[in-house]
């Protein structure tokens, strides 16, 4: 069992566990079960260890899976981002459950407060794990892969969380601020007599169970004095049963007792005892006492009797006369000091200033959020924006034609190529039949034009004039970007996970060689320059330089700081070469003739494809985040002018080199698909 093996079985656990913890948590919460809450919270605490060794199985498992023939090495990099947010999220979560289990302990209010913040973050942990799971399945599925992980930026996710995170902790916090007496109380409560806690009397008058010898000892006609029963019996005279011997050492005169008035007065005759429950009464003015409640309440003797029997739980005393203890000089029971109406009445405010405060943070962290998702737009003057045909979804690479001026937009998602004219601005022809299309050639001195079909594995052959499809060119697997070498006649493909390039020979539109890479190729270019195509393989970091003569790699030139190279573009006359990073949203400048990182810059999140204006010397990197960022290229070097958001998914550029018009296919614009004209002002 290898270790993709391993993850693949222990990856499930997280994602069933935390759901299980949150609906166990919801049901715990609704039957209001306290024992089942703190099972459910050592459950979460258990899952949130065998996380990190699910998370530590991933990262052994990376390498394998890089090696996979179907896998994508941008999906397997989203995938490891989100599972480590979701790691960093559950092991958060499990901290802050451990200290409400600590410090929370015989804090009932207080506990509850804090289940239901503990089952928010859980629900929060639920959504990323399953968006884990479903990444990690589309690594090597390309069948089930779709355009909801296209654009999906990690950052965006971190900021959500954080701010998610940051409202239930503070949620959980203000119940303890308004209730900080309750949460730093050592479990006793002052009341009558100093130290007695008169919860702990109410449950020995209902529960406890005393023996027969000190019930008859306590009770004996001899004994006159709360003094003389505690000599008898010195271990049940506790300092919580000290009340209950003052209620039945009171005197036997009818005085009335300042709290109690008349209710102990010595009924006339015997009065035979009953073995009843306390009386509800009495239940009450213990609690009344307890809450500092003062009154009057009067008992009747029948009653009395009943009190002096109930502390004995229904003993043996059914034949017994009741006798009260004596004592002429029993001092009155202290009342407790009455609770402050001032707090009471501050109470609701500062209920509600707690409350105005979490909304003002919330709102406040809302609105950096927003911002932080959406950065500043791009300064661009809109010259047209036009209606194209099909659906809003995705677009790939672009081409521009400099002899026909016309500009080819592969609808990937819609499965079509569109031609559009740059002169009429209208829509010339939608060639449907290309399954996945993703990338446009055009042999103009052939009057062709190829078309890369990933899902088919194939280039399909146009016909430039009637826009039919004329021939199918079967070409390894998932080719992506491609190239007219017009000197040699000869079309390169990229085979994104076939790892080679495939040749074929464009006069006679059939596949005649095919170059190993070694690694996902990224993107391909020709030199007319020095005669040369120029590949990039992204899992390898490398730009390999190929002979198309001979259809031979010349050299392989390493990408330091560059991880997933994607897209690549020549600038001929200065024997440049822009190569961009998907991974790591990095741009790199390299120097051809010695082949030497010269430069490199910081672009927006999942850079895909670029296009440069060689008369005004601009730079234009579109990325998947929606930004593009400018650069100026002059003196061989290059420098970041501006960068801004342009639309979701706006990740392909073209250029006009005559206009300097730039052409954005955006996929969703109001719910539909449009192509917006700009030109760009620094």
């Not at 007319?528 to 970091?541: G, K, P």
């Not at 290059?638 to 073209?654: F, I, P």
Request: some cysteine; charged content about 15%.
């Amino acid at each position: 069992m290898n270790s993709i093996e391993i993850h693949l079985i222990l990856n499930h656990i997280p994602i069933l566990g935390v759901a299980f913890v949150s609906l166990y948590l919801v049901i715990a919460t609704i039957v209001k079960n306290t024992f089942m809450q703190k099972v459910s919270l050592w459950i979460l605490l258990g899952v949130a260890l065998v996380t990190i060794i699910v998370y530590l199985s991933g990262l052994r498992a990376e390498t394998l899976v890089e090696s996979l023939p179907n896998a994508s090495k941008a999906l397997l990099q989203l995938h490891e981002k989100v599972a480590r947010i979701s790691s960093l999220t559950i092991w958060a979560i499990a901290g802050i459950t451990l200290l409400g289990l600590t410090f929370l302990r015989g804090k009932e209010q207080l506990f509850q407060n804090f289940v239901r913040g503990i089952l928010a973050m859980t629900l929060l942990s639920t959504s990323l794990f399953i968006l884990t799971g479903y990444l990690g399945g589309q690594v090597t599925h390309s069948e089930i892969r779709s355009t909801l992980a296209v654009g999906l930026s990690t950052r965006s996710i971190t900021l959500g969380v954080v701010a998610i995170m940051l409202v239930i902790v503070i949620a959980m916090i203000v119940p303890l601020v308004l209730h900080k007496n309750q949460f730093f109380e050592k479990g006793q409560n002052k009341t009558i007599g100093g130290s007695t806690n008169w919860q702990g009397l109410q449950q020995q008058g209902k529960h406890s169970s005393w023996s027969e010898d000190i019930v008859t000892s306590i009770t004996s006609p001899s004994v006159k004095s709360v003094q003389q029963a505690s000599a008898i019996a010195p271990s049940f005279w506790s300092a919580d049963s000290a009340p209950v011997a003052q209620l039945l050492s009171l005197p036997s005169t009818n005085a009335s007792h300042p709290l109690l008035g008349n209710a102990f007065t010595r009924p006339a005759g015997n009065t035979p005892a009953r073995s009843d429950s306390w009386p509800q009464e009495f239940g009450s003015e213990i609690q009344d006492i307890n809450r500092g409640v003062s009154g009057q309440h009067t008992y009747s003797s029948s009653q009395l009797q009943n009190i002096g029997q109930s502390s004995f739980e229904q003993s043996k005393l059914k034949g017994q006369e009741y006798i009260p203890l004596v004592e002429e000089n029993t001092k009155p029971l202290p009342v407790a000091v009455l609770p402050s109406k001032r707090l009471k009445r501050r109470k609701p405010l500062l209920v509600a200033l707690g409350l105005l405060g979490v909304l003002l943070l919330m709102g406040s962290l809302g609105f950096v959020v927003i911002h932080k998702l959406k950065p500043a737009p791009l300064t661009l003057q809109i010259i047209a924006d036009i209606p194209l045909t099909g659906s809003a979804n995705r677009f790939d690479y672009t081409y521009l034609d400099p002899h026909s001026r016309l500009l080819y937009l592969t609808h990937s998602a819609s499965n079509t190529v569109i031609v559009f004219d740059t002169v009429s601005r209208k829509i010339v022809a939608d060639i449907a039949g290309i399954s996945d299309v993703h990338a446009v050639a055009v042999a103009s001195d052939l009057g062709l034009i190829f078309a890369t079909s990933n899902t088919a594995n194939q280039v399909a052959v146009i016909d430039a004039h009637t826009y039919a499809i004329i021939a199918r060119i079967p070409v390894g697997d998932s080719p992506d970007g491609l190239i007219y070498d017009q000197v040699d006649h000869k079309v390169f493909v990229a085979d994104e996970a076939g790892q080679h390039d495939a040749v074929i020979d464009a006069r006679t539109q059939q596949r005649i060689a095919e170059i190993p890479l070694g690694g996902d190729a990224g993107d391909v270019e020709y030199d007319a320059v020095s005669h040369r195509i120029y590949a990039v393989v992204a899992t390898l970091n490398q730009l390999v330089t190929i002979d198309p003569v001979s259809d031979k790699i010349l050299a392989r030139t390493a990408l330091p700081g560059c991880q997933g190279g994607q897209d690549l573009v020549l600038d001929e006359q200065q024997q440049l070469a822009f190569v961009n990073c998907a991974d790591n949203a990095t741009l790199l400048l390299l120097d051809l003739a010695s082949m030497r990182v010269i430069s490199t810059q910081s672009v927006g999140n999942n850079p895909d494809l670029m296009a440069l204006d060689s008369g005004r010397h601009y730079l234009y990197v579109a990325s998947e985040s929606g930004v593009v960022s400018v650069f100026d290229e002059h003196g061989r070097t290059l420098k970041k002018v501006n960068e801004g958001y342009v639309e979701a998914a706006s990740h392909t550029v073209a250029v006009d080199q005559g206009t300097h018009y730039i052409y954005l296919p955006l996929q969703n614009v109001g719910g539909k698909a449009i192509l917006r004209i700009a030109l760009f002002h620094p």
